[in-house]
């Protein structure tokens, strides 16, 4: 006898006992004020639950060790089971609780997950599963979503529009859901992806990103090996702009002219491929684009095995180093040349297309510095790739007074060379041996990030792009040095800034020389004879009329 799974079941009772509107009405109820404290109220609890449950083990490990220090201590594999069990609870309990909630603690698993060498493995391990495919809507939302956001105001059917869609989503993640799609004939018969909003869920996600700031702060003074304090508040400004999906095919565009055309104009081929939108198809909650055919690169070790690619082989070096050259120069060009980059690379929206190129997808998430700190940053790329050694006093002393105008300042009483040991963390994953004793790993205690005060906003998000090409590299074995290979680009960009200022300069000295040179003549005109000066008056205006009649002329 066939038994329903019981989602199955649900699905099909809601499907035959309501109709479209109320189903759509279902997921669109906004969020109540004590729905947010319930979600806030049960996120804490697990939390505290699991810090409870460390604090306990720690006791008990005390006293263990109290009981067999007369016979023999703990050995360090008794320790490392001890502990690992007790992270492998924790997880648990976490990953359970965000798969229950949903909503932006799953944006916030992404950003964990997202560098498994700063957590204990055992959460590494538990919260990767986050980057796609979480709690997908029933097509039948999703469909009456884009007919009341984007084709009722264009007075079309849904199948004036799309030939064939796809009932299973490619991603499902927070903010949004995705589905593949090809178009009518009348929109070019092409294939798409279609994103669409999940309903009502601005509220919901600022709600959860506000308990996130809460739990994050009262741990800011702990031995944490990232601020997720600065992290979630950087987040929680740039979250507002994900919500409006015509902002995002702007960023879109804009970042496909970045990619495509350097700062002179010229033309370029892009490191990576990015989609762009279907103008006539966008609406603040549906966006209609090209579509990526490839794998994220969150399911690429499945895909290696599928296509029977060693780990350790060649054929994984070269991917590994393909995708870490392409990476690193789509980011320094739109980092270092214009200031605008894309704020939310994970591995879940990087893909692997089927020609072998590298796509990049979901501009929900951009930042843009300003034009005097992308050249900072530069500035501190150039420090470091010319440096000398590690440890050469001076070449340190360059590189942390550059590192001093990104924002980053230090607490009292830490080692020296602090703000170097950042720039080197952040931009240079070859560095094996830091100054002044610091060290690599984000949860030592001496890790160079426990000697900031606190992360800077505009560097946080900087941040997560760097820190994922480094987590990347260190994935795939790779000693990669993001200064070294930013260094040209870094160069170009402050060449150019220079050559702009010695054009002003020269610009400023024309202006300067032309407005002497119309003093000195009315000084002299000034001492003319009445009838000389009336003469030299009339040619002046005379001259002035044509120049300006000139001037109508091109205008018209």
Not at 525 to 546: C, D, E, G, M, T
Request: charged share 25%; hydrophobic share 40%; net charge neutral.
């Amino acid at each position: 006898m066939y038994i329903i799974p019981p989602l199955a079941l649900t699905a099909l009772v809601l499907l035959l006992t309501t109709t479209y509107e109320q189903r759509y009405q279902r997921y669109t109820k906004a969020v109540a004020n004590w729905e947010r404290i319930i979600r806030a109220a049960t996120f804490s609890l697990a939390i505290a639950s699991i810090i409870r449950s460390y604090y306990c083990k720690t006791v008990e490990l005390f006293f263990r060790k109290i009981a067999v220090s007369y016979s023999h201590d703990l050995t360090k594999e008794e320790d490392e089971l001890t502990w690992s069990e007790q992270h492998a609870y924790g997880a648990d309990t976490l990953s359970k609780t965000i798969m229950k909630m949903q909503g932006f603690y799953v944006k916030a698993a992404q950003i964990v997950a997202s560098r498994p060498d700063s957590i204990p493995q055992e959460y590494a391990d538990a919260l990767s599963v986050f980057t796609d495919d979480n709690d997908p809507l029933p097509v039948e939302v999703i469909k009456e979503v884009i007919e009341k956001e984007l084709l009722v105001q264009k007075g079309e059917q849904f199948d004036d529009v799309f030939e064939e869609f796809d009932e299973v989503p490619l991603g499902s993640a927070s903010v949004a859901q995705v589905h593949h799609a090809v178009l009518t004939k009348k929109y070019g018969h092409r294939e798409v992806a279609v994103k669409v909003q999940r309903p009502s869920i601005e509220d919901k996600l600022m709600g959860d990103v506000a308990n996130l700031k809460q739990v994050a702060k009262v741990f800011r003074g702990a031995d944490l090996p990232v601020d997720y304090y600065a992290v979630f508040t950087e987040l929680e400004e740039q979250l507002k702009d994900e919500f409006d999906f015509e902002a995002e095919a702007a960023s879109m565009e804009r970042m496909h002219n970045i990619l495509t055309t350097d700062g002179k104009g010229a033309q370029r081929e892009s490191p990576i491929v990015t989609p762009r939108s279907i103008p006539a198809l966008v609406s603040k909650r549906v966006l209609v684009m090209d579509f990526l055919k490839g794998v994220p690169l969150s399911r690429a070790s499945d895909e290696m095995k599928r296509k029977a690619i060693v780990a350790d082989g060649v054929e994984a070096k070269m991917f590994a180093m393909k995708l870490l050259k392409s990476l690193t120069t789509a980011f320094g060009w739109s980092i270092l040349e214009s200031g605008f980059f894309h704020a939310d690379a994970h591995p879940g929206n990087i893909f692997i297309l089927d020609d072998g190129r590298i796509g990049l997808i979901d501009f929900g998430q951009v930042k843009q510095v300003s034009s005097d700190y992308r050249k900072t940053v530069a500035k501190v790329i150039l420090a470091l790739d010319e440096r000398k050694s590690d440890e050469n006093p001076d070449d340190l002393a360059k590189i942390g007074n550059y590192a001093s105008g990104l924002g980053i300042e230090l607490k009292d009483d830490v080692p020296a060379h602090g703000q170097a040991a950042i720039a080197m963390w952040l931009f240079d994953g070859s560095v094996e041996t830091f100054p002044s004793g610091y060290d690599e790993s984000e949860v030592s205690l001496n890790s160079p990030l426990k000697a900031m005060k606190e992360f800077p906003h505009d560097l946080v998000l900087l941040a997560r792009s760097t820190v994922l090409i480094k987590g990347l590299a260190k994935r795939f074995g790779v000693r990669w040095s993001l200064s070294q290979e930013w260094a040209p680009i870094a160069r170009r960009v402050l060449q150019s800034s220079t050559d702009q200022i010695k054009e002003g300069n020269s610009h400023r000295l024309g202006l300067h020389f032309k407005t002497w040179g119309k003093q000195q003549t009315e000084r002299v005109v000034k001492n003319l004879p009445r009838p000389v000066k009336k003469r030299a008056l009339s040619a002046v205006l005379r001259r002035q009329q044509r120049h300006d009649a000139k001037q109508r002329k091109r205008q018209s």
